[in-house]
């Protein structure tokens, strides 16, 4: 099978030669690569670069073009605080719409540009040129909530769910907009799959998830896929309450975080694929191979058939090589058949 054809079975239960191995890497691919994290976040020819060097030297499935939650803020004039081997940040003391009436005037930037959108965009292109059509490129969004809360601010915007929810619903609406334009160009530069990482949403309550957070991300999912495209979810932390919201977003693959008990994901997602739900610190960082493709196995027993080999959230830049290697390994050794009835 081809790495794209052993992905697709997988997210359905269908057999596959071997398991999927698709863990977000990013300072760790910088790193391993031999870059600075500013220059793989600023310039796609770097991030290509270091993905590749994954897919071919460590035995990655697929390359993605996740980096940080500071590109569409970048864009729209926010204030992004950037480092030179850590993740940017945005500056939540002085977000672009703290004086909320400016989303009157806020307008969709140019994605072609020449702006950090536009450089994640050429990074797919690019990706898919050298790769040709046979491996997964993974595209990537932020979603309503997560991007909301990068130009408002968390507690704003929850204060504002309350004093002043015609705002939110028009803010939302905005995010979604923009979303679907970057994925829609994402996509038409090669992307196969379009992750939504949507952080903020495990923050809130599941009547607040429902109402303010969950018609939004269902908007951007069908929109994904009405352009052909598959759909990841990542939503880091704790979504022990959200998860059969998740399985009703009907997306191709969620991320379970580490914090959520990963047996009661797979009964409230039963026809969904899952990723993870691996503690990264613990296990990929401080932990031993061994160990490493031990809890690769009890969560391939969990989640059976529809089961995508990674960790839980992002793998620790400085994992050991031979911690990685060995999720590597695990997933080149087994097949989605082994445990095919726990998918339900």
């Given at each position: 099978m081809t790495p794209l054809e052993r992905y697709r079975a997988a997210l359905v239960g269908r057999p596959t030669d071997h398991l999927p191995c698709h863990p977000i890497c990013m300072i760790f691919a910088a790193r391993?690569?031999?870059?600075?994290?500013?220059?793989?976040?600023?310039?796609?020819?770097?991030?290509?670069?270091?993905?590749?060097?994954?897919?071919?030297?460590?035995?990655?499935d697929y390359v993605a073009t996740i980096s940080d939650p500071c590109r569409e803020t970048h864009d729209l004039g926010a204030r992004c605080t950037y480092f030179e081997d850590e993740a940017p940040a945005n500056?939540?003391?002085?977000?672009?719409?703290?004086?909320?009436?400016?989303?009157?005037?806020?307008?969709?930037?140019?994605?072609?540009?020449?702006?950090?959108?536009?450089?994640?965009?050429?990074?797919?292109?690019?990706?898919?040129?050298?790769?040709?059509?046979?491996?997964?490129?993974?595209?990537?969004?932020?979603?309503?909530?997560?991007?909301a809360v990068d130009l408002r601010g968390m507690e704003p915007l929850m204060l504002d769910t309350v004093d002043d929810p015609a705002f939110v619903a028009d803010l939302l609406e905005f995010c979604v907009a923009l979303e679907t334009e970057f994925a829609r160009l994402q996509v038409a530069?090669?992307?196969?799959?379009?992750?939504i990482g949507d952080a903020a949403a495990s923050l809130v309550s599941l009547g607040t998830y429902r109402r303010e957070v969950f018609p939004y991300e269902q908007r951007l999912v069908?929109?994904?896929h009405a352009l052909g495209a598959q759909v990841r979810l990542h939503?880091?932390?704790?979504?022990?309450?959200?998860?059969?919201?998740?399985?009703?977003?009907?997306?191709d693959l969620v991320d379970i975080d580490y914090l959520c008990d990963l047996a009661?994901?797979?009964?409230?997602?039963?026809?969904?694929?899952?990723?993870?739900?691996?503690?990264?610190?613990?296990?990929?960082?401080?932990?031993?191979?061994?160990?490493?493709?031990?809890?690769?196995?009890?969560?391939?027993?969990?989640?059976g058939a529809r089961f995508v080999v990674g960790a839980g959230c992002e793998v620790?830049?400085?994992?050991?090589?031979?911690?990685?290697?060995?999720?590597?390994?695990?997933?080149?050794?087994?097949?989605?058949?082994?445990?095919?009835?726990?998918?339900?």
């Open positions: 391993y690569s031999g870059a600075r994290f500013l220059d793989y976040v600023m310039d796609h020819r770097v991030m290509v670069n270091a993905q590749l060097r994954l897919y071919d030297e460590l035995g990655m500056d939540a003391r002085d977000a672009l719409l703290r004086d909320k009436t400016k989303l009157a005037s806020l307008r969709c930037p140019d994605l072609l540009g020449g702006g950090r959108m536009h450089d994640r965009i050429q990074a797919v292109a690019k990706l898919r040129e050298r790769l040709g059509p046979h491996v997964s490129v993974l595209g990537w969004v932020e979603g309503p909530i997560a991007l530069a090669g992307a196969d799959t379009v992750g069908d929109a994904i939503v880091c932390g704790n979504t022990h309450h959200l998860v059969g919201d998740f399985a009703r977003l009907g997306c009661h994901a797979r009964a409230a997602m039963p026809e969904t694929a899952i990723l993870g739900n691996m503690e990264p610190a613990r296990w990929l960082l401080r932990g031993t191979p061994d160990e490493v493709y031990a809890r690769l196995a009890e969560h391939h027993a969990v989640c620790p830049p400085d994992t050991p090589l031979a911690n990685f290697r060995a999720l590597v390994r695990y997933a080149r050794e087994h097949t989605n058949q082994e445990h095919a009835a726990a998918a339900g």
